[in-house]
Structure formats: structure tokens, C-alpha cells
């Protein structure tokens, strides 16, 4: 794990990790980037195998319409040998189109594939060139030089493979023209020989510069798809989806160049992790990877890109936080609240002994997953954004008031002094959240659920969550009081009172497999987060 200890730490590592160029892309070193551009091509032969079925079969129906029209209908049902051919080679377009879109090729499969359908389309095209060279008909050549921009076009590939698969063209339209000399004619009448030499030199000019405009191509398109790799790297991570973001950041799902587990990476905005919000924003981070309480999710890694962009690595879950989980499922059973409380209370208790609070604690920064095959395990979010209690100068990142006013302490809006107590606040909150499906206070502007959360006292739950045991209620009502003193001292402490409470051993294995049954498919199908968490 890359930790190194200062902001200025961070920035030599960075200085002195290597650039990598497309040249080095090009030789193996990424090998990633060569797994992405495998499935790529792959892809685009599979649609390139299908255009040619396609066309082959319009071109087979038309020739045979033709036929019908101009011999009628005996001679059209003679079969030509070039309309054996034709089908053949029809039947393996549609044939190598369904191999390639049925398994996963190696690189050098697919090279394989790509150097075939090349080569066989040039000789297809030489061959009509020279069955028509005395026909005068001069479609070929320009049709023979598309095809290369297009092959160019499609398949991504370094500009030197691009120019020795298409060097047949011009070289084998050159030997038809030289092994049929003078015979050239229009119409019947032969060619002057100046005329002849000038036909010559046209259909090899035609072709040798659409095979520069294929090698240009091919180095354009291919540098693109280094570009698009490189644009979607953070350090040694390569970011596969945005999963969330707000105000601070982005979060992506990412994997490592390495280890092929994926991980979560959020990549704080420049105009916020900048100047002193960096540094603090480093020994949070640097803080938080030492906690290791399985309710806790793990901070792997983080660091500053040459752009000066600062990340940190986290594990990737599969689940969702517990805003979702609510809006899809609806209110909980108090025994599942007792079973999620009772785990953020150790997160918590892990935390605060090592002189760090949350400060956000809210349904967003709670995510319920699977994790060694059992459902409903909680993880708490976004430490990174955790006070320590003993550096009170360090209590505001951006200069204001940081928190979710949903569930904000009343002593961090008054500005006093942030502890534990200020933290099972906040959780007390989220469980009221998670027994009614509403938060504790509400209000039609951000003043006026401030003022609420000073002033008023919350509406007992034994009105809004009616089935709700009264040791619970009473036990989280304790933490909604407005005086720090009056709630429990520690999170230990409130996991002590929770687990008294009744019904503790009515959310069961079973029930939570049934639910991650019936809801699971809704979770997934949800939007992303707009929550920094």
C-alpha cells in the first residue's frame, strides 16, 4: 500500500513515477491496455463480420435478380461458379461473425482473424480486377483503397501492421497490370502505350495514397484508444464507472494495474482538495486506513496525479447505503435497526478511540452488503472527513459549516466543541430514519430544520413507528437529547443499551436473505448517488 507520509511524500512519489508513453503502451508494459483493446477489436470484427454477410448476401440477391431479369428465369437458375462462390463466401462471413460473438479470443487469435478477412478481401478484389482488366472497368482501384481507410477506421492497430497488410493492394493491382501489358482496352480498342503507362501510374497513385491515408488513420485512431485509456486512469487505477459524487467529489468503481479486485476510488475536486485542505484532507486519510474494525470500510491507498489530482482507494460493495435501502423496502422491522445500529456502534467505538469523529454520520454514509457470504453487513463511509478531537483547528475543512443537516448535533450548529456524544447524535437520528422512513426534523427550508434540531423535541416514536419497543425508543430518544451530556458517554456504551433491547434475536439470517431476494434486483437497478460517501 502506497502511503506515503506528507503532502510533499505524495508529491516526489509522483514526480518520479514514470510517464508512461504509447510507445511503452505499444511494447506490453500495460497489460491491461491490452486486454481492453482485445475486446475491442473483437467487438468491432464481430460488426465487421456482419456488414460483410450483409452486403455479400444484397450483392448475391441483386446479382441473381439480375439474372432473372435479363435471361429469365431457366437461365437465372443455372448456377454459376462464381455464385457458388459468392455464397460460400457469404456463409463464412455469417459463420466467423457468430464464432467471434460466442467466446473471448486471444490477441493472437483475433490477429489471425483480422490478417484472413484483410487478405481475403484484397485477393477478392485483385481477382475482379482481373477477370474485368479488359472491360475497362476501373471502379476497382478506388473501391479496393476505401476498403483500406475503412479496415484503417475500424480496427484499431499500430500504423506499421495497418501498411504491411494493405502493401498487397498496390503491389498486386501493379503485377496484374505488368503481366497483361498493352492488352488494355476500351471498348475494344487497345490503349495507346503513353495512355497505358499514365492508367498505370494513376491506379498507383490512387492506391499508394489511400494506403498512406490508412496508415495515418490507423495512428490516429490508435493513439486515440491510448488516450482514452491513459484519460481514464487515476494513478495505477482504471476507473470503469462513476458510482457517486457531490460537492467534494467523484466516486468510481476502479481496479488496480495489478490487483485485479475492484475498489472503490474517489477523487476529491481540485478547488477543494487544495492548499491547507489538502494536507488535512492527507492525515485523514493516512488516520482512517488505520482503522480496521470490519464495519469500517478499508482505505487501501491514495495519492496526488501529476495533475494534481488527490484520490484515495477504498473497498468496493456490493450493496446499497441505507437512504436506498429505504426508499426501496420502505421503513425497517426494529429488529433489523437493532442488528444495523449495533454494528455502526463498533465502527464507531474503533474511531473514537483513535481520537476521530465522523461529523457526517447520515443514511447515505451507511451502506448494507454482502460480505463473506452473509447479507446485511454494515460499513460505515467517509471517515476522510472525520475531525480529531484533540486538533480543534482542524474541526472545518472549507471553511464552513460541514455536516447533513438532516442529522446534524445541535452543538455543531451552534459551532461548541465536537465529541463522541456528537456522533450518536447522528446515528440516534439515522435510526429514527430507518424505524418511521422520515427524518427526525424536518422543515421547508435548511434554517428551519437547524432551528428544530436545537429547539424542538422529536415526535415520540411510539406515534410515528408504533410497533417500535419501548427500550428502543427511549434509548435512541436519549441521544437525541440536546445536551451532549445526556446521551450516552460512548458508542461502547450505546451498544451495551441496544443489545438490552427487545427483540434482538428476530432479524434473522434468513430474513435478511429474503429481503436481498425480493429487493435486490430494485437496488440494482437504482441511480447513482449524489452524496459525497
Not at 475497362?136 to 499500430?158: D, K, M, N, T, W
Not at 462513476?242 to 494495474?257: F, L, P
Not at 446515528?427 to 424505524?435: E, H
Request: glycine share 8%; aromatic share 6%.
Amino acid at each position: 500500500m502506497t502511503m506515503p507520509g506528507t503532502r510533499a511524500a505524495a508529491e516526489t512519489a509522483t514526480e518520479r513515477a514514470p510517464v508512461r508513453s504509447a510507445h511503452q503502451i505499444r511494447l506490453g508494459e500495460a497489460e491491461q491496455f491490452q486486454s481492453e483493446l482485445r475486446i475491442h477489436v473483437q467487438r468491432r470484427l464481430v460488426l465487421a463480420t456482419w456488414v460483410l454477410g450483409l452486403a455479400g448476401a444484397g450483392l448475391l440477391v441483386v446479382s441473381r435478380a439480375a439474372d432473372l431479369a435479363s435471361h429469365g428465369f431457366v437461365a437465372a437458375n443455372q448456377v454459376h461458379p462464381s455464385v457458388v462462390t459468392h455464397l460460400v463466401a457469404v456463409l463464412i462471413a455469417f459463420g466467423l461473425h457468430l464464432w467471434l460473438k460466442r467466446q473471448p479470443l486471444s490477441g493472437a487469435a483475433l490477429v489471425t482473424v483480422d490478417t484472413v478477412i484483410t487478405e481475403a478481401l484484397i485477393a477478392v478484389c485483385l481477382m475482379i480486377y482481373t477477370f474485368s482488366y479488359e472491360t475497362g472497368i476501373r471502379q476497382v482501384v478506388p473501391l479496393l483503397g476505401l476498403l483500406l481507410i475503412a479496415r484503417a477506421i475500424v480496427l484499431p492497430s499500430r500504423p506499421q501492421r495497418t501498411l504491411l497488410l494493405s502493401l498487397p493492394a498496390p503491389l498486386g493491382i501493379l503485377a496484374i497490370q505488368l503481366a497483361h501489358g498493352r492488352v488494355y482496352t476500351v471498348d475494344g480498342i487497345p490503349y495507346p502505350q503513353a495512355g497505358y503507362v499514365a492508367y498505370v501510374l494513376w491506379d498507383q497513385a490512387t492506391l499508394w495514397l489511400a494506403l498512406g491515408l490508412a496508415g495515418l488513420t490507423s495512428r490516429v485512431v490508435y493513439a486515440a484508444r491510448v488516450h482514452a485509456y491513459e484519460a481514464a486512469k487515476i494513478g495505477r487505477y482504471t476507473l470503469e464507472k462513476r458510482i457517486g459524487g457531490g460537492a467534494i467529489g467523484e466516486v468510481y468503481r476502479a481496479r488496480h494495474a495489478l490487483i485485479r479486485r475492484p475498489v472503490a476510488l474517489k477523487v476529491l475536486r481540485p478547488e477543494v482538495a487544495s492548499g491547507r485542505n489538502l494536507e488535512l484532507f492527507e492525515r485523514e486519510v493516512q488516520r482512517t486506513s488505520q482503522l480496521s474494525h470490519p464495519n469500517t470500510v478499508q482505505v487501501f491507498d491514495y495519492g496526488l496525479t501529476a495533475e494534481g489530482l488527490f484520490y484515495y482507494a477504498m473497498e468496493f460493495l456490493e450493496g446499497a447505503d441505507l437512504e436506498r435501502i429505504v426508499e426501496v423496502g420502505g421503513p425497517m422491522p426494529p429488529a433489523r435497526v437493532l442488528h444495523v445500529l449495533r454494528q455502526a456502534c463498533g465502527s464507531l467505538e474503533e474511531a473514537h478511540a483513535a481520537g476521530l469523529i465522523h461529523c457526517d454520520l447520515k443514511p447515505a454514509n451507511l451502506v448494507l452488503c454482502r460480505q463473506g457470504g452473509r447479507p446485511d453487513v454494515l460499513k460505515v463511509l467517509d471517515f476522510g472527513l472525520a475531525r480529531n478531537v484533540r486538533r480543534r483547528d482542524e474541526a472545518e475543512l472549507d471553511g464552513t459549516v460541514s455536516g447533513t443537516p438532516l442529522t446534524m448535533p445541535p452543538e455543531m450548529i451552534r459551532g461548541q466543541t465536537i465529541a463522541p456524544a456528537s456522533d450518536l447524535y447522528s446515528l440516534a437520528a439515522v435510526g429514527y430514519f430507518l424505524l418511521t422512513g422520515r427524518p427526525v426534523f424536518d422543515g421547508e427550508s435548511l434554517g428551519e430544520v437547524l432551528r428544530r434540531h436545537l429547539s424542538d423535541e422529536p415526535e415520540p416514536l411510539s406515534t410515528t413507528a408504533p410497533d417500535t419497543p419501548a427500550d428502543l425508543a427511549a434509548c435512541l430518544l436519549r441521544c437525541l437529547s440536546k445536551d451532549p451530556a445526556d446521551r450516552p458517554e460512548t458508542a461502547s456504551a450505546l451498544g451495551e443499551s441496544l443489545c438490552a433491547c427487545d427483540g434482538q434475536e428476530t432479524w434473522t439470517l434468513e430474513d435478511a436473505e429474503r429481503w436481498w431476494t425480493t429487493h435486490g434486483a430494485a437496488l440494482s437497478n437504482g441511480h447513482e448517488t449524489d452524496e459525497d460517501g
